[in-house]
């Protein structure tokens, strides 16, 4: 990764952004920035404090304390703006199984606030891009899930957003088809669009320009690929991700 795409404007800004649920502290004072453009990386064992952070950073949960601004927004008091500037996909939550292709885009795209025929131009770049035309009328229950991950990542771009945060969006698929999802992540951040994914596979953290790992509700690392593998003397962002959780105390 060059990273010769990303963009000296900060589309995320946190300071000390902590949640605490009673007297437990999930995410414990993190503060970091992600640019315009930039692929980051966001890891941590199971209970390190990933989704509690990012439900903060997409204006679904407020914080106890810190400050974060979200292309701009306030995660307090404008988490409107935030939502209609931000694209979401989860393993979770995705596509409608029940809906065609089509009928898929036509209802996000209407979600998202695009005009008709934007949605009919979008609609006929994404099938060429994907190479789904001929599947376009074809129930989303009946594709297999790598092409359900291209078409669900597609629609969270579709209203072409500053920041898209994925969560997990690739579970439970082959590398190869991993490799393919992340051609279409790379076209998107080439356009602009911020990219905030977390994983558990490291073959994609390699992937990202920058990544952050959280151990225990704190951001322990954060810095490139590269770095971190020379800073940590290993050989691999496995190595790297095994020496820093195995001290964590949460977890499976
Ligand atoms: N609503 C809540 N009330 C109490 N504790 C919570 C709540 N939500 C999360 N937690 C706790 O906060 C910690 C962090 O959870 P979180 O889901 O953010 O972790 P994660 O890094 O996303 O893990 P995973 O990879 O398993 O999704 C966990 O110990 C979890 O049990």
């Known amino acids: 990764m060059t990273g010769q795409h990303i963009q000296a404007e900060k589309v ?7 949640k605490r649920f009673g007297d437990f502290t999930a ?8 640019y315009k453009g930039e692929i980051f990386g966001f890891l941590g064992a199971n209970g390190a404090g990933k989704t509690t952070a990012m439900r903060m950073l997409c204006g679904l949960s407020a914080p106890t304390s810190g400050k974060a601004s979200i292309a701009g927004y306030d995660v307090y008091t404008q988490t409107e703006d935030i939502k209609r500037n931000i694209g979401y996909m989860s393993q979770k939550f995705s596509l409608y199984e029940n809906l065609t292709v089509l009928e898929n885009i036509e209802f996000f795209g209407g979600i998202y606030g695009l005009p008709d025929e934007q949605i009919e131009t979008k609609t006929n770049e994404l099938l060429d891009r994907l190479g789904m035309k001929s599947e376009s009328k074809k129930l989303v229950a009946s594709l297999p899930l790598g092409w359900k ?6 629609v969270a771009v579709l209203h ?8 997990e969006p690739t579970g439970g698929v082959d590398p190869v088809t991993r490799r393919q999802f992340w051609n279409l992540i790379y076209e998107a951040a080439d356009r602009g669009i911020t990219v905030f ?8 953290a390699e992937y990202c320009n920058r990544i952050s790992i ?12 590269a770095n971190l593998k020379s800073r940590f003397g290993v050989k691999t962002m496995d190595e790297v991700f095994y020496q820093l959780a195995r001290g964590a105390k949460r977890g499976d």
């Open 12 to 18: 995320i800004v946190c300071e000390k952004l902590t």
């Open 149 to 154: 991950q291209k078409l669900s990542f597609s």
């Open 214 to 225: 959280m151990v225990d509700g704190r951001m322990e690392v954060l810095d490139s690929p």
């Open 197 to 204: 994914v977390t994983t558990h596979y490291m073959d994609e």
């Open 160 to 167: 072409e957003p500053k920041i898209v945060f994925l969560d």
């Open 27 to 34: 995410t414990d004072e993190i503060s970091f920035e992600v």
